[in-house]
């Protein structure tokens, strides 16, 4: 979409036409999650260029704010220290559901003026920027699915309802409101459908650039999440709420394109080959990233939807990527990412494998026909966050496209997500074990 100011002129214009009274200035956290602060816009607009600070923790706390770093970069051993949000004015909207209130994503920097290389949004703009170097464009098109649940977070309906128009129908009353509210927000939809469990709803966004889109993702899933609040409701994108049920992946579809406008994956094969020979070379390496959990992994099942190997197949489900379409829409699909994951860490972890393959021209791979789960010759996929945390940790590459500093923090969180998980006691083990122990 084409953001609707380009300057801090134009930025000024927007907010005294809009009314606007205050603005949410805001990034996504290491988890994926949106968090800023809200200013006045009487105290913004004598400020708009220098931005505001914050504390570096958000870069490396866990999902539930637990501070795990003991790194250079934020750790308590290193003072804490803060950093600077810098907006980006070109992603400043009003919130329609909350007239006279904005938003606008930031970049971040330190107070000396250097940018920080390890937050998520920077990550995928040094990937692109090393992309934009060979002369590609990249565009990807997400697929992020969650569950709407009601206040005692249960699922909404009930049953297996993929593409339910009946069941779109009953639930249209948050239903439309997520659709017109995001479409007021500026995110353009390209679907938004029941799915594979009860309560499970699917949002499509449409095509674009792929910092739009992975801007677009984050900004969808806080904005769902609120509506669903102020409407009585709840929305998790956990990847496996319940055990019984589907789980919630995010699937990446995605394509190369020249400066002139044309897809190069329907145009040039020695741009294709190598690129999906990239996705499956770095499927194992960079789980992490796009199941950055340990629940993320229990959605990974054999004859599932999901994911167990790592396989190139042409319009087959049953392998990590799927090669489909033709002409302007000829694209690669990635569906090893889990719904819970940071839409800009997923989205570099994709365009980042493809420029692996571009870079070091490797040789199409041959295409999986049949069901994949089942294939003898295929790669496993990391089944556990411990088996992808071994490749991460292990992976020159990751530490080749995002920096030896966010790799290193990045390993320190996955590492703190396994060891809570290894200490807790669940409902589970007391039922099975406390009494015959």
Known sequence: MDYPVESLAEAREYIESRGLRAVEIGFADINGNIIGKRLPTSFLLGRMASGTGLCRAPLTWDIQHEYFTSSAFAGFSHGASDMILVPDYKTLREIPWRPGVGI???????DTGERIQVAPRQILKNVLGRLDKLGYVSKVGSEIEFYLLDENNNPLFGGKQTYSLGQAGINSDIIDQIQYSLEGLGIPIEALHTEYGPGQMELILEYSPALSNADNTILARNAIKEICVKN?????FMAQPWAEHSGSGYHLHQSLWDQRGNNLFDTDKSVLGPYSAGLLKCAGEFMALVAPTVNSYKRLADMSFAPTKIGLGYDNRTVSTRLLGSGQGARLEQRTGSADANAYLLIAASVASGLYGLENNLPAPELVVGNGYYNPDLEDLPRTLVKAAAWFDRSETAIEYFGQDFVKIFSELIHFDIDAHHRAVTD??????????
């Open 232 to 236: 009585g409701k709840r929305a998790t």
């Open 428 to 437: 589970w083990e007391r039922e099975r074990y406390m009494e015959n122990s």
């Open 104 to 110: 606008v994503l930031s970049d971040l920097y330190v």
